[in-house]
Protein backbone atom coordinates (compact mmCIF):
# COMPACT_ATOMS: atom_id res chain seq x y z
CA UNK A 1 0.00 0.00 0.00
CA UNK A 2 0.69 3.84 -0.54
CA UNK A 3 2.96 5.14 2.50
CA UNK A 4 3.86 8.19 3.57
CA UNK A 5 6.81 8.90 5.98
CA UNK A 6 6.87 12.51 8.37
CA UNK A 7 10.00 13.37 9.75
CA UNK A 8 10.70 13.78 12.63
CA UNK A 9 7.92 12.21 14.16
CA UNK A 10 8.92 14.13 17.96
CA UNK A 11 10.64 17.19 18.08
CA UNK A 12 11.23 20.28 20.66
CA UNK A 13 12.76 23.46 19.46
CA UNK A 14 13.05 26.92 21.85
CA UNK A 15 10.76 29.75 21.79
CA UNK A 16 11.44 32.27 18.64
CA UNK A 17 13.50 29.19 16.77
CA UNK A 18 12.50 27.58 13.35
CA UNK A 19 11.26 24.11 12.93
CA UNK A 20 10.93 21.93 9.23
CA UNK A 21 8.92 18.76 8.98
CA UNK A 22 9.54 16.70 5.91
CA UNK A 23 6.46 14.85 4.56
CA UNK A 24 7.77 12.11 2.00
CA UNK A 25 5.64 9.99 -0.43
CA UNK A 26 7.99 6.97 -0.28
CA UNK A 27 6.06 4.86 -3.29
CA UNK A 28 4.32 6.90 -5.07
CA UNK A 29 4.33 10.17 -6.38
CA UNK A 30 1.70 13.35 -4.91
CA UNK A 31 1.40 16.17 -6.87
CA UNK A 32 -0.68 17.20 -3.64
CA UNK A 33 0.08 17.19 -0.41
CA UNK A 34 -2.15 18.49 2.82
CA UNK A 35 -0.66 20.02 5.96
CA UNK A 36 -3.18 19.32 9.03
CA UNK A 37 -2.90 20.42 12.53
CA UNK A 38 -4.61 18.11 15.34
CA UNK A 39 -5.52 19.36 19.10
CA UNK A 40 -6.00 16.83 21.31
CA UNK A 41 -9.04 15.11 21.35
CA UNK A 42 -10.25 17.32 18.22
CA UNK A 43 -10.34 16.40 14.76
CA UNK A 44 -7.70 17.51 12.21
CA UNK A 45 -7.66 20.86 10.97
CA UNK A 46 -6.72 21.72 7.41
CA UNK A 47 -4.34 24.69 7.31
CA UNK A 48 -2.96 24.33 3.82
CA UNK A 49 -2.94 22.30 -0.01
CA UNK A 50 1.11 21.90 -0.94
CA UNK A 51 0.81 21.50 -5.14
CA UNK A 52 4.09 20.49 -6.35
CA UNK A 53 6.01 23.34 -8.23
CA UNK A 54 3.61 25.93 -7.67
CA UNK A 55 2.68 28.34 -4.28
CA UNK A 56 0.75 26.32 -1.06
CA UNK A 57 -3.03 27.08 -0.64
CA UNK A 58 -3.45 28.53 2.71
CA UNK A 59 -6.74 27.76 4.82
CA UNK A 60 -8.41 31.14 6.05
CA UNK A 61 -6.69 31.95 9.59
CA UNK A 62 -3.49 30.44 8.28
CA UNK A 63 -0.35 32.09 8.30
CA UNK A 64 1.57 31.78 5.63
CA UNK A 65 4.35 34.11 6.51
CA UNK A 66 4.46 31.53 10.02
CA UNK A 67 3.93 28.36 8.31
CA UNK A 68 6.17 28.31 5.47
CA UNK A 69 5.37 25.26 2.84
CA UNK A 70 7.53 23.50 -0.03
CA UNK A 71 6.48 20.96 -2.03
CA UNK A 72 9.75 20.99 -4.95
CA UNK A 73 9.15 16.76 -5.78
CA UNK A 74 6.72 15.07 -6.52
CA UNK A 75 7.72 13.04 -3.37
CA UNK A 76 8.35 16.13 -1.07
CA UNK A 77 6.77 18.24 0.66
CA UNK A 78 8.16 20.85 3.54
CA UNK A 79 6.34 22.54 6.60
CA UNK A 80 8.66 25.21 8.46
CA UNK A 81 7.32 26.61 11.35
CA UNK A 82 9.11 30.25 11.92
CA UNK A 83 9.56 32.06 14.85
CA UNK A 84 7.57 29.72 16.76
CA UNK A 85 5.66 29.95 19.94
CA UNK A 86 4.32 27.76 22.64
CA UNK A 87 0.77 28.26 21.01
CA UNK A 88 2.16 26.46 18.29
CA UNK A 89 2.78 23.49 19.66
CA UNK A 90 0.59 20.67 18.25
CA UNK A 91 0.50 17.23 16.27
CA UNK A 92 0.81 18.34 12.78
CA UNK A 93 -0.26 15.92 9.65
CA UNK A 94 0.59 15.92 6.51
CA UNK A 95 -1.26 13.52 3.59
CA UNK A 96 -0.47 12.92 0.09
CA UNK A 97 -2.58 12.21 -3.00
CA UNK A 98 -1.65 10.10 -5.42
CA UNK A 99 -1.65 11.06 -8.88
CA UNK A 100 -4.62 10.44 -10.99
CA UNK A 101 -6.23 8.31 -8.05
CA UNK A 102 -8.71 10.83 -6.54
CA UNK A 103 -11.08 7.74 -5.16
CA UNK A 104 -8.71 6.95 -3.28
CA UNK A 105 -8.96 9.51 -0.97
CA UNK A 106 -5.48 11.01 1.13
CA UNK A 107 -2.43 9.08 2.15
CA UNK A 108 -1.41 10.04 5.92
CA UNK A 109 1.84 10.39 7.50
CA UNK A 110 2.29 8.97 11.23
CA UNK A 111 2.44 12.30 12.54
CA UNK A 112 4.68 14.79 14.28
CA UNK A 113 4.36 16.17 17.64
CA UNK A 114 5.91 19.86 18.08
CA UNK A 115 6.69 21.06 21.65
CA UNK A 116 8.03 24.72 21.67
CA UNK A 117 9.28 25.52 25.27
CA UNK B 1 -18.96 25.35 3.27
CA UNK B 2 -19.62 21.59 3.42
CA UNK B 3 -19.92 20.03 6.66
CA UNK B 4 -19.79 16.72 8.22
CA UNK B 5 -21.07 15.50 11.49
CA UNK B 6 -20.66 12.47 14.05
CA UNK B 7 -22.90 12.69 16.38
CA UNK B 8 -21.90 10.58 18.75
CA UNK B 9 -18.66 11.76 20.86
CA UNK B 10 -18.35 8.68 22.19
CA UNK B 11 -19.40 5.12 21.81
CA UNK B 12 -18.93 1.16 23.65
CA UNK B 13 -19.60 -1.83 22.46
CA UNK B 14 -18.56 -5.14 23.95
CA UNK B 15 -15.50 -7.78 22.54
CA UNK B 16 -17.40 -9.26 19.56
CA UNK B 17 -20.59 -7.27 19.11
CA UNK B 18 -21.39 -5.31 16.49
CA UNK B 19 -21.35 -1.17 16.62
CA UNK B 20 -22.45 1.09 14.68
CA UNK B 21 -21.11 4.71 13.92
CA UNK B 22 -23.60 7.60 12.36
CA UNK B 23 -22.40 10.37 10.06
CA UNK B 24 -24.09 12.68 8.35
CA UNK B 25 -22.83 15.49 5.65
CA UNK B 26 -24.28 18.50 3.91
CA UNK B 27 -23.54 18.42 -0.25
CA UNK B 28 -25.27 19.70 -3.34
CA UNK B 29 -23.13 17.54 -5.41
CA UNK B 30 -24.47 14.58 -6.99
CA UNK B 31 -20.96 12.35 -7.49
CA UNK B 32 -18.68 12.34 -4.30
CA UNK B 33 -16.54 10.25 -2.56
CA UNK B 34 -16.74 9.22 1.68
CA UNK B 35 -14.40 8.08 3.95
CA UNK B 36 -14.34 6.36 7.01
CA UNK B 37 -10.52 6.86 8.74
CA UNK B 38 -9.51 4.88 11.87
CA UNK B 39 -6.84 6.90 14.49
CA UNK B 40 -5.69 4.20 16.96
CA UNK B 41 -3.52 5.84 19.98
CA UNK B 42 -0.53 5.69 17.91
CA UNK B 43 -2.39 8.56 16.08
CA UNK B 44 -1.37 6.79 12.19
CA UNK B 45 -3.95 8.03 10.46
CA UNK B 46 -5.58 4.78 8.64
CA UNK B 47 -8.33 4.13 5.75
CA UNK B 48 -11.02 2.18 7.26
CA UNK B 49 -13.47 2.09 3.82
CA UNK B 50 -14.61 4.14 0.83
CA UNK B 51 -17.79 4.79 -0.39
CA UNK B 52 -18.25 6.07 -4.21
CA UNK B 53 -22.08 8.10 -4.30
CA UNK B 54 -22.94 7.28 -7.60
CA UNK B 55 -22.61 3.39 -6.48
CA UNK B 56 -25.93 2.20 -5.07
CA UNK B 57 -24.01 -1.30 -3.74
CA UNK B 58 -22.60 -0.39 0.25
CA UNK B 59 -18.99 -0.99 0.94
CA UNK B 60 -17.61 -3.35 2.57
CA UNK B 61 -14.12 -4.52 3.88
CA UNK B 62 -13.99 -7.70 6.00
CA UNK B 63 -16.01 -6.63 9.54
CA UNK B 64 -16.51 -3.25 8.24
CA UNK B 65 -19.46 -2.21 6.43
CA UNK B 66 -20.96 0.85 5.61
CA UNK B 67 -24.78 2.25 5.56
CA UNK B 68 -25.12 4.48 2.29
CA UNK B 69 -27.87 6.47 2.22
CA UNK B 70 -27.52 9.19 -0.57
CA UNK B 71 -31.00 10.99 -0.33
CA UNK B 72 -31.07 11.42 3.69
CA UNK B 73 -27.12 11.94 3.03
CA UNK B 74 -26.38 9.34 6.16
CA UNK B 75 -22.94 7.14 5.81
CA UNK B 76 -22.88 4.89 8.98
CA UNK B 77 -20.02 2.56 9.51
CA UNK B 78 -20.92 -0.84 10.96
CA UNK B 79 -18.08 -2.63 12.78
CA UNK B 80 -18.94 -6.89 13.64
CA UNK B 81 -17.19 -9.13 16.06
CA UNK B 82 -15.39 -5.98 17.47
CA UNK B 83 -12.05 -6.64 18.27
CA UNK B 84 -9.41 -5.02 21.05
CA UNK B 85 -8.04 -3.33 18.01
CA UNK B 86 -10.81 -1.63 17.03
CA UNK B 87 -10.47 0.44 19.62
CA UNK B 88 -9.76 4.03 17.93
CA UNK B 89 -11.21 6.91 16.98
CA UNK B 90 -13.22 6.93 13.50
CA UNK B 91 -13.30 9.94 11.39
CA UNK B 92 -15.85 10.46 8.57
CA UNK B 93 -14.55 11.95 6.30
CA UNK B 94 -16.10 13.68 2.58
CA UNK B 95 -14.07 14.71 -0.38
CA UNK B 96 -14.82 17.93 -1.65
CA UNK B 97 -15.48 18.35 -4.88
CA UNK B 98 -12.84 20.14 -7.20
CA UNK B 99 -10.36 20.54 -4.67
CA UNK B 100 -9.45 17.26 -3.35
CA UNK B 101 -9.83 18.43 0.34
CA UNK B 102 -11.01 16.00 3.00
CA UNK B 103 -14.02 17.39 5.04
CA UNK B 104 -13.70 15.83 8.64
CA UNK B 105 -16.06 15.28 10.95
CA UNK B 106 -15.45 15.85 14.68
CA UNK B 107 -14.82 11.99 15.55
CA UNK B 108 -16.27 9.17 17.28
CA UNK B 109 -13.84 7.53 20.36
CA UNK B 110 -15.09 4.15 20.33
CA UNK B 111 -13.82 1.79 22.88
CA UNK B 112 -13.98 -1.88 23.27
CA UNK B 113 -14.51 -3.53 26.16
CA UNK B 114 -13.32 -7.16 27.02
Known amino acids: GAVVSQHPSRVICKSGTSVKIECRSLDFQATTMFWYRQFPKQSLMLMATSNEGSKATYEQGVEKDKFLINHASLTLSTLTVTSAHPEDSSFYIC?????????????FGPGTRLTVT | AQTVTQSQPEMSVQEAETVTLSCTYDTSESDYYLFWYKQPPSRQMILVIR??????QNATENRFSVNFQKAAKSFSLKISDSQLGDAAMYFC???????????FGKGTKLTVNP
Open chain 1, 95 to 107: SAREVGRTSTGQY
Open chain 2, 51 to 56: QEAYKQ
Open chain 2, 93 to 103: AKLQGGSEKLV
